[in-house]
C-alpha cells in the first residue's frame, strides 16, 4: 500500500533508483560522466581488490575514497562495488563500467602525451621581436639569463622599429615583443618592464657643446636633427614632445638603427635625441655631449606586448619575469 510517498526501488544490483526511472539524458556531459579521478579510483579498486589499498595507491584517504564511488554510483544510477570484510569486489554493472573506465582513461593518457610533446614543442623555441634600443642593449642580458634557467630553448630575435615588432607579434610571427613607444598597438596586451628618457646628444666639436644654458625647445624642434625612421619608438615619443613647440623641422639623416645614429653624431654630422640606454659609453668617453632641454617631457615607458588575451606561457614567460624593473 502506498503512503503518498514516491516509491524506490533497486536495480538487479541493488542500486536505489528513484521511481521515475533511469537519470535523464540532460545537461552536459561533464555533468553525466564521472571524472577522470573517480574513474582511475574504480579501476584500482578492480585491480587490487580493496578499496582501502586503491586509496593508498591513489595518495587520498580511505573515506574520500568512499564517497568518491558513491558519488559515481549516485550519478550512474547503479552499484559498482561490493565491500566485505574481505574487501572490495566488483558488481556485474561495476565491471562493465571499468571497462569503459580502463578506454577513457587509456584515452586521457593519450591525450597527455599528446599535450607534453605540444608543451615540450612550444619550450623549444622563443621567437622574440624588439624595437632597437632593447634588442641592442638590454635583451642580451635578459637572454643570458633565460638560458641558464631553459638551456634548451632555442632563441631566434627580430630587432627592428616598434610597429615593425608589433606587426610581427599580432601576426603570429613572434611568441613576445618588446617596444620603446608611446601606447599599445590595437591587439596587443601590454606591460611596463622599465623606464627610458631620452637626450639630446652632440659631437664635442659641436657649437652647442660650448653653450652654458638649457636648449630651448622651439630651438630644438627648428634644427634639422640626425633621427631615427618614423614608426621607432624614439622617434614617435620625441614627435610627441615637440608637436606643442611647432613640430620637428625637415629631419637632417634618418637612419634605421640606434648605432648608424650615433656614428653619425659622433663624426659631427649633427645634433640627435637618442636613449639614455645607448649613450653611456660614448658620453663618459666624451665622444657625445649630452645637451640640457628645457620644458620638454622626454620620458618614455619600455613594455613587453603580446597578443590580446594570450597571456605569455613557458619560455615567453619566464623571459618576462626577468624583465621586470628594466631600465
Do not use: C
Request: no cysteine; proline share 6%.
Amino acid at each position: 500500500m502506498s503512503d503518498g510517498r514516491a516509491e524506490t526501488g533497486r536495480d538487479d544490483d541493488g542500486a536505489r533508483r528513484d521511481a521515475d526511472g533511469p537519470h535523464p539524458r540532460t545537461g552536459s556531459l561533464a555533468h553525466r560522466v564521472p571524472d577522470l579521478a573517480a574513474l582511475q579510483l574504480l579501476l584500482a579498486v578492480a585491480r587490487l581488490g580493496s578499496l582501502g589499498r586503491a586509496a593508498r595507491e591513489l595518495g587520498i584517504t580511505q573515506p574520500a575514497a568512499s564517497s568518491r564511488i558513491r558519488s559515481m554510483e549516485r550519478m550512474l544510477g547503479v552499484s559498482l562495488v561490493e565491500r566485505s570484510p574481505r574487501g572490495s569486489t566488483l558488481t556485474p554493472s561495476g565491471a562493465l563500467v571499468t571497462d569503459w573506465a580502463r578506454r577513457v582513461v587509456e584515452a586521457a593518457e593519450a591525450f597527455d602525451v599528446g599535450a607534453q610533446a605540444l608543451r615540450g614543442r612550444r619550450d623549444s623555441r622563443l621567437r622574440v621581436a624588439a624595437s632597437m634600443t632593447i634588442a641592442e642593449y638590454l635583451l642580451p642580458g635578459w637572454l643570458i639569463a633565460l638560458r641558464g634557467s631553459r638551456p634548451d630553448t632555442a632563441v631566434s630575435l627580430f630587432a627592428g622599429n616598434s610597429t615593425a615588432v608589433a606587426e610581427r607579434v599580432l601576426g603570429g610571427a613572434a611568441d613576445l615583443g618588446f617596444v620603446e613607444g608611446l601606447s599599445v598597438a590595437p591587439g596587443l596586451d601590454g606591460a611596463v618592464i622599465g623606464h627610458d628618457h631620452l637626450v639630446v646628444v652632440v659631437a664635442p666639436t659641436h657649437p652647442w657643446a660650448r653653450r652654458r644654458a638649457p636648449l630651448d625647445p622651439a630651438e630644438l624642434a627648428a634644427t634639422p636633427l640626425l633621427l631615427r625612421e618614423r614608426g621607432s619608438g624614439t622617434r614617435q615619443v620625441l614627435d610627441a614632445a615637440l608637436a606643442a613647440h611647432g613640430g620637428l623641422t625637415a629631419p637632417l639623416l634618418e637612419l634605421a638603427s640606434t648605432t648608424a645614429v650615433k656614428a653619425a653624431v659622433v663624426s659631427g654630422a649633427g645634433p640627435s635625441v637618442l636613449s639614455e640606454l645607448a649613450l653611456g659609453e660614448e658620453l663618459a668617453a666624451r665622444r657625445l655631449v649630452q645637451i640640457p632641454v628645457e620644458a620638454v617631457r622626454l620620458g618614455r615607458d619600455l613594455r613587453a606586448v603580446w597578443p590580446t588575451g594570450q597571456r605569455p606561457a613557458g619560455p615567453a614567460r619566464d623571459l618576462l619575469g626577468l624583465t621586470r624593473g628594466s631600465g
